[in-house]
């Protein structure tokens, strides 16, 4: 699909909310409009709700976490790659105070958590259960960052009857499909994987606007380990996709290096019950590069579209 027709297609449906003000409207209206995206790229770290912290020991493995506890449905947060559980400073106080349990944690060898005793033949969905079962929730929302949204989706797809709803953020999803792999693959030549970090994960418009938010999220970056490897359960194929029962949202940022919007709008369509959101003026974090909007796509989506069964 030509890029041109999403665009289009995608401000008639109201999906990118401010973004055609924000890149060309001039006027008042305009001004006004940059400056909430501005206010957003600055937006400091809010006070966060309490918390129990802590490590559960799952018997092949021991997994830091921490949860805000209380009655609400579980939401819970899955990293990316370049990160750990201490990735949602915007949206643990966020969510909570929406009325929801909010959990999240460090996948193996992130901050806090071990690579387990069984490195080479243990699914991640599998961690991801059993700290469920750990903390006793039987049911929840899942909302994955990149790498955790592979994870998400292989849990939605293996056991859909325990996910109420499905957020992929920035998420490559872990489609094994060989032309959107080549494609993906294309977008990112060798020198790429020499960039930093920073470049790699947060936009240009962050960046300049907030080098103490990136300072911050270099900080949480530089301290959240090594990573263990992730294995699925699944082979994610446009199939899978099809055949996939959860209300999911699909969310990337218009400065995306690594999923850009006409990408996760040729997968949106590929998996039924779902929505496309592209966050203007943010890269591959949105969830800090511009947590205000990002927190209200996720919220409205849970209330609007989420399974109550």
């Not at 559960?56 to 899955?78: H, K, S």
């Not at 009325?99 to 005793?117: K, N």
């Not at 530089?222 to 996709?241: C, E, F, M």
Request: glycine share 12%; aromatic share 10%.
């Amino acid at each position: 699909m030509p890029y041109g027709f999403f665009f289009r297609r995608q401000l008639a449906a109201g999906l990118i909310g401010g973004l055609a003000v924000a890149t060309g409207l001039a006027g008042t209206a305009g001004a006004a409009q940059a400056s909430d995206l501005t206010k957003g790229l600055t937006m400091p770290l809010p006070p966060q709700v309490p918390t129990t912290e802590g490590v559960a020991d799952l018997g092949n493995v021991r997994l830091w976490y921490w949860d805000t506890g209380g009655p609400g449905e579980a939401i819970v947060l899955l990293h990316p790659g370049s990160g750990s559980g201490e990735f949602y400073p915007y949206q643990q106080p966020a969510f909570a105070r929406a009325g929801y349990r909010v959990i999240s944690y460090s996948r193996r060898g992130h901050y806090g958590s071990d690579l387990g005793t069984d490195t080479g033949t243990f699914f991640a969905v599998d961690d991801l259960l059993n700290l469920m079962k750990y903390l006793k929730v039987d049911r929840f929302h899942l909302v994955g960052n990149a790498l955790g949204g592979y994870i998400g989706l292989d849990m939605a797809i293996s056991h859909p009857e325990q996910v109420r709803s499905l957020v992929l953020a920035c998420s490559m999803m872990g489609i094994s499909e060989p032309e959107y792999v080549a494609t993906l693959q294309s977008l990112r030549p060798k020198a790429f994987s020499d960039l930093p970090a920073e470049l790699k994960e947060l936009g240009p418009s962050y960046r300049a606007a907030n080098p103490s938010g990136v300072a911050e999220w270099k900080r949480r970056h530089d301290r959240s380990g090594t990573p263990g490897p992730v294995r699925l359960r699944n082979k994610i194929t446009w199939q899978a996709l099809a055949d996939l029962k959860v209300p999911t949202l699909l969310v990337t940022g218009d400065a995306d290096l690594w999923i850009p919007p006409v990408v996760l709008w040729q997968v949106g369509e590929k998996i039924p019950n779902s929505k496309v959101v592209i966050v203007p003026d943010s890269g591959h974090g949105v969830q800090w590069e511009q947590p205000e909007i990002f927190n209200s796509a996720v919220l409205d989506f849970i209330r609007t579209r989420a399974v109550r069964r």
